[in-house]
């Protein structure tokens, strides 16, 4: 990921998620949020971390454990879960997504089962075939 | 300029059957970009012709920045029913601004979280997502990015899921985004267009599945793959627009896929039901312009006289 320190503020926070889960991945086991903190170099701040790992928990792609007076954390899921779920809370949330995303296939209104069912199973005489 | 100013804001009605036929009998390469440019010319017209009345409203009103000379008798003359139609172009203008504008903010927004949303995800282009939600996305900005879920992934044979791939690439590569987004826009710019846009989400899929079928080699696995897709997603309460047709979209492709190969012509005879859509569609394009062309000089003419000095 490209990382310049100019950039940092305008950084959304879906990046920070994906970094900051990326860099609890990268760690041997459980770790604490001022470990994280370093390992992202060191232009976040502290409470900036721990914010960010509380709402990673909340979507349960961490946990943590009490380890004295902090938490120790480790990571649940992998970054493309995570990329999974915010995809998901975006498709659900756009209405007018259909002006971007080009969906692969949409919604199927009833009957239109059917006819597919019957276009796809009952082979098509013998036009069509694999010849272009 | 006459009746000819208003005529850009309802010609557009002469695309719902031109785009019925172009849909259906042109290559869907040439029907995106035939309608997708028959849809800019259009709305561009018919926003132009909504501005040139809205200069004859706005002089009417009291107190308004305008030239005193604008709002002589003269002027007022050259609208037919100037007193409504002018003052009725003040709101609708302002709509069709504030619609357009807020349909190009949302395309920015939703195409940068979803950027975001896939930021550490590796991989140059695929960006595969482990969720029970089978889906698959073109979504253009920079290369571009394919995003695909593992559900829809596990419902394909390896065949079908190249021609996914291949679909979605198509998508990229010829950058239908700019076409639907152009396609929405016009839609927002005079609701007489919105038939076009159906159109031109349509077409854009079929051309992509057009290039995966001629990627993958097998028209009938193309077919296969988004007959799967769609029934992997039985009732997604998703309402869409092309719900409203009386056979969705999906059976459609399909059913075109099923059949031989489009031909890609150059440019239709006239004698054809495929010429007459596409001449058809050519024609209003251009009557469009040129009665908008015709208000705007005249009513410039009008208005440079009656300006004092």
């Known amino acids: 990921m490209a990382r310049e320190d100019g950039r940092a503020r305008r950084r959304g926070q879906g ?13 041997d086991g459980p770790v604490t949020a001022a470990w994280v903190q370093e390992r992202l170099g060191g232009d976040l701040a502290y409470t900036t971390v721990v914010t960010i ?19 120790l954390w480790t990571p649940t899921a992998d970054v493309a879960r995570l990329a999974a779920l915010r995809m998901r809370r975006l498709l659900d949330g756009e209405r007018d997504r259909e002006a971007v995303l080009a969906s692969f296939v949409t919604a199927l209104p009833p009957g239109d089962e059917q006819v597919l069912r019957a276009l796809l199973d009952i082979p098509g005489a013998d036009a069509g075939g694999t010849e272009d | 300029m006459g009746v000819f100013v208003f005529l850009p804001l309802v010609l557009p009605l002469s695309a719902w059957p031109v785009a019925r036929l172009a ?16 849809a800019v010319v259009m709305a561009v017209c018919s926003t132009l012709c909504l501005a040139l009345l809205m200069v004859v409203g706005t002089a009417q009103l009291p107190g308004n920045p305008l030239p005193d000379g604008w709002s002589d008798p003269e002027v007022r003359a050259a609208v037919p029913h100037d007193e409504v139609a002018g003052r009725a172009a003040i709101p609708a203008l302002a709509v069709v601004a504030a619609a357009c504008a807020r349909t190009l903010w949302r395309h920015r927004r939703v195409t940068r979280r979803a950027h ?6 590796p991989g140059p282009t695929v960006a595969v997502l482990p969720d029970s939600t089978p889906y698959a996305y073109a979504l253009p900005g920079g290369r571009g990015r394919i995003v695909v879920t593992t559900a829809l992934l596990a419902g394909l044979a390896p065949a079908e899921r190249r021609a996914l791939f291949a679909h979605e690439r198509a998508h990229l590569t010829a950058r239908h985004h700019r076409h639907l987004l152009a396609a929405h826009l016009a839609a927002r710019a005079n609701p007489f267009l919105r038939p076009l846009r159906t159109a031109v989400v349509y077409t854009a899929e079929r051309w992509a599945d057009e290039e995966a079928a001629r990627t993958v080699g097998d028209r009938r696995t193309v077919a296969r793959a988004i007959g799967k897709a769609a029934l992997l997603s039985p009732g997604t ?18 059913a075109a896929l099923l059949a031989p190969a489009p ?16 001449w058809g569609a050519a024609a209003g394009a251009l009557v469009s312009a040129m009665s908008s062309a015709n208000s705007a000089v005249t009513l410039f003419l009008i208005l440079h006289t009656a300006t004092p000095l």
């Open chain 1, 15 to 27: 990046e920070l998620e994906g970094q900051v889960l990326g860099a609890l991945r990268e760690a």
């Open chain 1, 53 to 71: 790992l509380t709402r990673l928990l909340a979507k349960d792609v961490v946990s943590r454990e009490r380890h004295g007076r902090s938490f």
């Open chain 2, 23 to 38: 849909e259906t009998r042109l290559h869907p390469r040439t029907a995106t970009r035939l309608l997708t440019a028959v």
């Open chain 2, 116 to 121: 975001r949303a896939l930021a550490g995800v």
């Open chain 2, 237 to 254: 309460p998703v309402p869409t627009l092309a719900a409203l047709a009386a056979t969705g979209p999906v059976p459609r492709r399909v």
């Open chain 2, 263 to 278: 031909v890609v012509r150059s440019w239709p005879s006239a004698f054809t039901s495929v010429g007459l859509a596409a």
